[in-house]
């Protein structure tokens, strides 16, 4: 099982250069991954958790983590593409995937924020489809030196694209833990990026991803006193390391491949202080 780790943009850090060290330290305390979260506005559960503190944008955040390390991949966890123009993201992410020489995972979602949509004019109701759509639209861009795609939410032919992705096929992960996000794995992505989900949820749907590669991102909080719920039914990883390794061992049995620990915490030091403890305390263990 591989391990990445969110960098907390989301969670109102003041100073979007310290977000750039918690980057860092995952490479260099043997994580594989560093991940990204996004909001555009502070809508619903967002506006709730930071009030006015600063919820930092995903991409430029990434893209300095890019320039910082030179091993672990870049993650999305996850865009909300029915928010970005297949064209304006698939450039995006193609010129960072060059910058970052081939590291870039691109998840993607559809958010349940409709005060957000609404704040930006775009439909809420139609998102699962413009997804779609928009999927098929960035594998066009970058496959093709002059793109067309003709469908009934974007349409584009004729004009040169460039650059490409690095990666003969960068690979796209669909976030969510819905049925119709399921499907959507098994008929548009590349892996299925899960949130918040136990072991036994895990065992009871990565069938519906069809054997592709299951990532999951959850909540990590150390305790020192055991927790109560059973190991195999808890939605975040909180308990004693004994607990939290127990758990791990359970989502790598039940098939997936890749955990992304979120420290969910607005400090930057105790971030960096919960990772490094994951690391010594539950993966130099497995």
Avoid at 131 to 145: G, N, Q, Y
Wanted: aromatic share 6%; charged share 20%; proline share 5%.
């Amino acid at each position: 099982m591989d391990f990445g780790i969110s960098i907390p943009n989301n969670q109102g850090i003041a100073s979007v250069r310290d977000l750039v060290t918690v980057a860092q330290d995952a490479e260099t305390l043997g994580y594989d991954s560093v991940w990204v979260s996004e909001h555009l506005y502070h809508a619903s559960y967002v506006a709730s958790r930071l009030g006015d503190r600063p919820y930092h944008e995903a991409l430029t955040v990434l893209t300095a983590a890019a320039t910082v390390t030179t091993r672990v991949r870049l993650g999305t966890s996850v865009l909300v593409l029915p928010w970005h123009h297949p064209a304006r993201l698939a450039k995006q992410i193609a010129t960072l995937d060059q910058l970052s020489a081939g590291r870039v995972v691109l998840g993607v979602g559809v958010a349940q924020t409709p005060d957000e949509f609404a704040n930006l004019g775009i439909p809420y109701a139609t998102r699962g489809a413009v997804t779609d759509e928009a999927i098929d639209a960035l594998r066009a861009l970058w496959s093709e030196d002059i793109p067309a795609y003709h469908g009934q939410h974007f349409k584009f032919e004729g004009l040169r694209f460039s650059p490409k992705p690095q990666q003969a096929r960068l690979p796209i992960l669909i976030g969510g833990n819905s049925p119709r996000a399921l499907r959507r794995v098994r008929e548009k992505g590349d892996g299925w990026h899960a949130m918040s989900l136990s072991v036994n949820d895990v065992r009871a749907s990565i069938a519906g991803a069809a054997g592709k590669p299951c990532s999951i991102r959850m909540v990590l909080e150390f305790t020192d006193a055991p927790v109560s719920r059973a190991i195999a039914d808890r939605r975040s990883l909180k308990g004693t390391p004994a607990e939290v390794l127990d758990q791990v061992r359970g989502y790598a049995d039940a098939g997936v491949s890749e955990l992304v620990v979120d420290a969910n915490l607005p400090d930057v030091e105790a971030t960096r202080v919960c990772f490094r403890r994951f690391r010594d305390e539950v993966m130099t263990k497995l």
